[in-house]
Nanobody, 123 residues
Framework: QVNVSESGGGLVQAGGSLRLSCTAS????????MAWFRQAPGKDREFVAA????????FYGDFAKGRFTISNDNAKTTVYLQLDNLKPEDSAVYSC????????????????WGQGTQVTVSS
C-alpha cells in the first residue's frame, strides 16, 4: 500500500501563485508516475501535469502549459506543482495520483490517490 498526501492549496487572487506538494509514502514498481488532476464542481476530472520516473519526462494538459510547472525531489517520492498566473477558472480540488499508468493522462490508470487540496482563485 502506498499512501499519498497533498498540501499547499489555498485562496489566492487572480494572477497569484501557489505551490502544491504531493508525497508518496514509498517507491515501488507501482509508483512509475505521479500526476496532478483537478476537478471543479459540476465538471469532469481533468489532467493537469505528470512526471514519469523513467527518464523524468513531464507532461502537461494544454491549459497548464506555460503557467504550471511540475518538478520532483531527488528521492522521487514528492512532486511539486507550481501554479503561476492563476485564473478564477483554475479553482478546483487538485488531487495527486500515483501508479503505473498505461496512459499517463487518464485518471483511471492511477492506483493510489490523496485526499486532494482545494485551490480557490478570486477575481
Amino acid at each position: 500500500q502506498v499512501n499519498v498526501s497533498e498540501s499547499g492549496g489555498g485562496l489566492v487572487q487572480a494572477g497569484g501563485s501557489l505551490r502544491l506538494s504531493c508525497t508518496a509514502s514509498k517507491r515501488t514498481f507501482r509508483t512509475y508516475a505521479m500526476a496532478w488532476f483537478r476537478q471543479a464542481p459540476g465538471k469532469d476530472r481533468e489532467f493537469v501535469a505528470a512526471v514519469r520516473w523513467d527518464g523524468g519526462a513531464s507532461f502537461y494538459g494544454d491549459f497548464a502549459k506555460g503557467r504550471f510547472t511540475i518538478s520532483n525531489d531527488n528521492a522521487k517520492t514528492t512532486v511539486y506543482l507550481q501554479l503561476d498566473n492563476l485564473k478564477p477558472e483554475d479553482s478546483a480540488v487538485y488531487s495527486c495520483g500515483v501508479g503505473y499508468p498505461g496512459n499517463i493522462m487518464v485518471s483511471g490508470e492511477y492506483t493510489y490517490w490523496g485526499q486532494g487540496t482545494q485551490v480557490t482563485v478570486s477575481s
